[in-house]
């Protein structure tokens, strides 16, 4: 699967930020300079570490009955959200992902607190799995609520 | 269909061709006048203001009155663009002068009818009516609100949008005076009104400190407007001059009127109070004073209840009660099943609207692991220990005893926080208590449970907790089950829904 590239998407989103604030700053004062050095030294700390470890949780399943994600580094949560329950499938690709060839799908519920985001999925992947949700979906009844 | 972009024409009443037993209806005609009077308060003070400062110079006449046209001229504008029709499947309406709106809703899809008269409503006979569909509330959109039709044909919608696989009666001849035809006053059983003793929780429920500083809000806009910065002016007085007794008094007085005023706003909001089972398998609520509220729940969507207990309240051993459904925002407590009463009533208005013989929430709740209570204290007194460090190094040196002063109080609160923890699961409902400020013990059905989050924080997960969310439809969206342990939370979650966690617990146990 794809989980190195997602990682490299992390990087890449965080990193950006980061040479922003280098890139402005000009003449600082000492503390500033301080400050600086320890958003840079945090920053590639966080930007060495967050992603793998985050890669390493982060796993996601569909089974005929449900769908699963776990995601998180320091806090971790698991969503689980029944099929018959899912109200829309979306599909999302944000300008990073589509370099990396990579979708994000979102699955909600009724619930304004449940939706289920599988972040990172191969482009393919990310479409098969919506088409299969969408079938199943629709082969259970009731109006999910 | 009709075409709803042609202009009304002749008449304003006229309605347009269209197929039997879905005319258009408009708001009533009265709203013309009560509209700049619900909305137009404001504008109507800026003219008093212009009129009567001058010495009655011209332009300051025809500023007012051109204001007051203003009004009317756009009240009649939207009474002119607004129109809705109940046809067999669905509910229209459609609004708008310059941006046109058209909103439909399925009739199998309406929840909740919620009728609104404010003052301005009420001296004209009108009613506002808002109109919930199992959708989440988006915040700023008010759904399906028609402002206002007549008392009448508002209790006549109220009854036809509620009753399912009934046809719909033949509307009424359109314009003016809609529900020519009898409405039938259907007997409803009482589950719950208001006693008088109930006011004792009035002050406790520190409403009127509420009410005071929202007045003190507005009157410091207006104040402003008029070009006084009251405030301002009242931190200088204070700030050049501080003296311990003049800032006791306020504090003391704000707190005395705080209690006195508390009372009769209770008695407003909650005044006829009556929550009644019609019979068309509806709760209905009823209350208030000057704004009348009427809010009626499909009995079938909800998803269970949630008794409230601010601290105050709790301490006075007194509960509210709030619907779990689909279909009602929080927004102006429109889910409120039972405004603040003795804690007994409370069960028992749950027990009625469930339908149950015994309290879900009278339950005996399991109390969570001894690491929660660590948890709980940490996360109430640690911020205060940082505000505190954080004005010791960088506040004038009066400032940093005042947080160290309320660490004990919130070590207190996080211990009664812990001791709230609890859940339990009996054959239908999941219980979850949370909370100390606003102890919130809710019943959830479990067949209202459509999906688990669960979270462990990094702390969490080194003490063996986790949160677990059982989300649904209804209500807030999720329902927490605070710093459970790991096995025991897992447990509960498979149990309430079978089935549903159990293909991926394989995987979590062989995770850690």
């Known amino acids: 699967m794809l989980w190195t590239m997602q990682a490299a998407l992390f990087w890449l989103v965080l990193f950006v930020p980061q040479l922003i604030v280098f890139l402005l700053v000009s003449e600082p004062p000492t503390w500033e300079v301080a400050l600086l050095a320890a958003t840079g030294a945090v920053g590639l700390l966080h930007t060495a570490v967050e992603p793998s470890w985050r890669y390493r949780v982060h796993r996601w399943e569909t089974t005929p009955d449900a769908v699963y994600t776990l995601s998180g580094w320091l806090s971790q949560e698991w969503r689980v ?25 979102t699955v909600t519920t009724a619930s304004a607190a449940g939706p289920v985001e599988i972040e990172g999925l191969d482009h393919d992947v990310a479409r098969r799995l919506v088409v299969e949700l969408t079938n199943t979906t629709q082969a259970t009844p009731g109006d999910a609520t | 269909m009709s075409n709803p972009w042609e202009a009304p024409s002749g008449l304003p009443a006229a309605p347009e061709a269209t197929e039997p037993r879905s005319e258009w209806h408009r708001l009533h005609v009265r709203m013309l006048v009560v509209r700049p009077l619900n909305e137009g308060v404001t504008a109507l003070a800026a003219v008093f203001f212009l009129l009567f400062t001058g010495d009655g110079e011209k332009w300051r006449i025809i500023a007012s ?37 058209q909103l439909a809703v399925p009739r199998d899809r309406i929840r909740t009818v919620d009728l609104t008269s404010k003052p301005g409503h009420r001296i004209f006979g009108l009613s506002a009516v808002r109109i919930g569909t199992g959708q989440q509330d988006v915040p700023g959109s008010d759904g399906l609100t028609l402002d206002a039709v007549t008392q009448e044909e508002a209790e006549r919608l109220r009854v036809l949008l509620l009753q399912k696989g009934v046809a719909p009666r033949p509307a009424a001849e359109p314009g003016e005076e809609t529900s020519a035809e009898p409405v039938e006053v259907p007997r409803s059983e009482v589950i719950s009104q208001l006693d008088l003793k109930w006011l004792k929780y009035a002050p406790l429920s520190l409403s009127g400190l509420v009410a005071i500083g929202a007045l003190i809000g507005l009157l410091t806009n207006y104040a402003d407007d008029f070009g006084l910065h009251p405030v301002q002016s009242l931190f200088e ?30 008695v407003m909001q909650f005044w006829n109070y009556r929550l009644t089972r019609e019979p068309d398998a509806t709760l209905r609520v009823q209350r208030g004073l000057l704004t009348t509220r009427s809010v009626s729940v499909e009995e079938q969507r909800l998803r269970g209840v949630d008794i409230q207990e601010p601290l105050l309240v709790r301490a006075g051993k007194g509960a509210k009660a709030v619907a779990v459904t689909t279909g009602l925002g929080s927004k102006g407590e429109s889910n409120l099943l039972l405004p603040p009463a003795p804690i007994e009533v409370a069960h028992q208005v749950t027990r009625d609207v469930l339908k149950v013989d015994d309290d879900p929430t009278t339950r005996t709740l399991r109390p969570h692991p001894f690491a929660a209570l660590r948890r709980s204290l940490v996360r109430h007194v640690v911020p205060w220990v940082v505000i505190a460090a954080g004005l010791a190094v960088w506040a004038p040196s009066w400032a940093w005893p005042i947080p160290v002063a309320i660490i004990p109080f919130a070590a207190l609160v996080g211990w009664d926080n812990y001791r709230s923890l609890g859940h339990a699961l009996d054959d239908r409902y999941l219980i979850t208590r949370n909370n100390s400020l606003v102890r919130s013990t809710v019943a959830l059905q479990r067949t209202g449970i459509i999906g688990w989050r669960i979270r462990r924080s990094f702390f969490q997960r080194r003490s063996g907790l986790m949160t677990i969310g059982a989300t649904t439809a209804a209500g807030a969206g999720v329902y927490h089950v605070t710093d459970v342990g790991e096995a025991d939370g897992l447990l509960l979650a498979d149990a309430a829904v079978p089935d549903l966690l159990r293909p991926f617990l394989a995987e979590k146990s062989t995770e850690d």
């Open chain 1, 81 to 105: 959200a029944p099929v018959s329950r899912i109200q829309t499938i979306d599909t999302k690709r944000g300008p990073f992902q589509q370099i990396l060839g990579l979708a994000t799908v």
């Open chain 2, 65 to 101: 009155s051109a204001t007051v046209a203003a009004i009317l001229a756009f009240s009649y504008f939207v009474w002119r663009t607004t129109k809705y029709r109940i046809t067999d499947e669905r509910v229209e309406l459609h609004t708008g002068l310059f941006t046109r709106k």
């Open chain 2, 237 to 266: 007085w204070l700030f050049e001059d501080p003296s311990v007794g003049v800032i006791g008094a306020s504090a003391i007085g704000l707190v005395v009127a705080g209690l006195v005023l508390s009372v009769p706003i209770y």
